[in-house]
């Protein structure tokens, strides 16, 4: 890479000077010179910069320092492009009409290199690479919420940036900052002028103990309509109520969790992995060692089963993948990364004995469940050790590495994909879900309406069962589980599947036991 300082008295310099710079330029823009035999100068390069030598050989006795050299062919050296590149930031230095910031030049060319990759491909300057450092390791200052970008039509056109997650006891939830807000501006900037999320979280983010400020909406709870014969009714086309507000949040030292356990009842614990940061295998571990002391504490000898909850987490560090996976599978594949070609770069495999691989487990994804996500995933689904339940995932498989440039940047560049060990390409197909939940539980129907069951007959025989306690017939259908779920209706989906599979599992437990004690 050519660096440069920012140049701020180039009107200043002569004409000499200016073309000096232009044929120093030129040498200095041929790397690896040692693969070239010679390098023409451009025709359009000022004559007196010609003088300079561009040759990695000594000249014949009979050049000038008036004559060209011997132009060498188009397709000799790919690094002959790059003195394509230096005459052209030299050029741009030294004639355009304001001065420029060569630095910022150089990082330009950069971004536009990766903008002609894949567009997880990219250029990251020093202040990016930073916010990526920050992501993996999971500690940073900041005001401990997590938001999206998007773009609303109603009830007008605009972009607004979604609070989707507040972080328990940080810096936004003390400020009264809740899920579902919707921010309008940051330090007076509103959102729309922000060009990506990136630049946005920037604003964000910054030393502990100094503030931000955030202009926030929030819907509000509207009064129904009395339409006077009793009955409440909503004018479904009268546009939402929204409160707007100003909060101040006094930045902090974020530790941000990547597992959140909660224990469901029944013996059912909830683990949702928000990322796959620097310690997320270890995170999840413990939160099931927890989960299994409230199952004991709940009067069960273990933990019965887990909803491992993957939804919206976007990914991160593969060996976390890795390592969370190998928690749950005895041994075999995991992950096999494939370059070009198909060729096999590496396989990861799974080390026995892994600490859970008994426990029934139910995986919830939804379609931002990308990278890392799908891995865990789709090794588990391979390996016949999960229930995979909610939406396709994002299907994001290809492998980032970040190359540091040494002044900050980094380039973070697609060196392979991902495949899972039954090789299926996660690559633009995702995982798909062996149930389909979306965000809507479907109405329920009767398919026989017209039939009236049994306890419907004024003579039915109550459901006693001769000297054992009857049946609480207003228990029926009760769960301590289904009700911790609440209005989350793929979790709810979620843990009704893992109540079915733990009735299955006892049944032919009880099968095995009756076997034995019948031989």
Not at 90 to 98: D, G, M, Q
Not at 465 to 480: C, H, K, T, W, Y
Request: proline share 6%; aromatic share 4%; net charge negative.
């Amino acid at each position: 890479m050519v660096r440069t300082r920012p140049r701020t008295q180039d009107a200043q310099h002569s004409p000499r000077r200016r073309l000096a710079l232009l044929a120093a330029m030129a040498v200095g823009g041929v790397l690896g010179a040692g693969l070239h035999a010679t390098l023409a100068v451009p025709d359009t390069v000022a004559a007196p910069a010609a003088s300079a030598s561009t040759s990695s050989t000594p000249s014949s006795p009979r050049a000038t320092a008036t004559q060209q050299p011997a132009a060498a062919p188009a397709d000799f050296s790919r690094y002959r492009k790059l003195d394509l590149f230096a005459r052209s930031l030299a050029t741009i230095e030294s004639y355009y009409v304001r001065p420029v910031d060569s630095e910022r030049l150089v990082y330009a060319a950069i971004a536009g290199l990766t903008s002609e990759l894949d567009p997880h491909s990219e250029f990251l300057p020093p202040q990016a690479a930073k916010l990526l450092r920050e992501d993996i390791e999971g500690s940073f200052g900041g005001v401990g919420m997590v938001v999206v970008l998007s773009r609303e039509r109603k009830p007008r056109p605009r972009t607004v940036m979604s609070v989707r997650e507040v972080i328990a006891g940080g810096p936004a939830d003390r400020a009264g900052v809740r899920a579902g807000d919707r921010i309008l501006s940051i330090e007076g900037k509103p959102v729309g002028h922000f060009y990506d999320l990136r630049q946005a979280i920037l604003r964000m983010r910054g030393r502990p103990g100094t503030t931000v400020t955030f202009e926030l909406e929030s819907d509000v709870q509207k009064d129904s309509k009395d339409t006077g014969d009793g009955a409440d009714e909503l004018d479904e086309d009268e546009e939402v109520e929204v409160s707007v507000r100003e909060v101040t949040v006094t930045r902090a030292h974020i530790n941000s969790p990547a597992v959140i356990g909660e224990y469901l009842g029944e013996g059912i614990g909830h683990a949702r992995l928000r990322d796959f940061s620097e310690t997320a295998a270890r995170e999840l571990n413990a939160a099931i060692e927890a989960l299994e002391s409230s199952a004991e504490a709940d009067g069960h000898k273990r933990l019965r089963g887990l909803v491992l909850d993957l939804r919206d987490n976007g990914g991160g560090l593969l060996d976390q993948a890795v390592d969370a996976v190998d928690l749950f599978v005895d041994g075999g594949a995991i992950v096999r990364t494939r370059g070009r070609m198909g060729e096999l770069l590496d396989e990861q495999r799974a080390h026995a004995p892994s600490k859970w691989s008994k426990l029934p487990l139910v995986v919830l994804v939804n379609k931002a469940a990308a990278s890392a996500s799908e891995i865990v995933a789709g090794a588990l689904q391979d390996h016949r050790r999960a229930l995979i339940v909610g939406e396709p995932t994002y299907g994001k498989g290809s492998v980032q590495a970040p190359f540091d440039l040494g002044d900050g940047s980094m380039l973070k560049l697609t060196i392979a994909l991902y495949y899972t060990p039954d090789d299926r390409l996660i690559q633009a197909s995702g995982i798909e879900p062996d149930v389909l939940v979306g965000t809507e539980r479907p109405p329920y129907r009767d398919s026989l309406p017209q039939l009236p069951p049994e306890r419907a007959h004024p003579r039915h025989l109550k459901p006693e069962d001769f000297g054992r306690a009857a049946v609480d017939e207003e228990a029926l259908g009760r769960s301590a589980a289904r009700d911790a779920a609440k209005d989350d209706v793929q979790l709810l989906a979620a843990v009704e599947h893992m109540q079915a599979l733990l009735r299955v599992a006892n049944g032919r437990a009880g099968s095995r036991r009756a076997a034995k004690r019948g031989g």
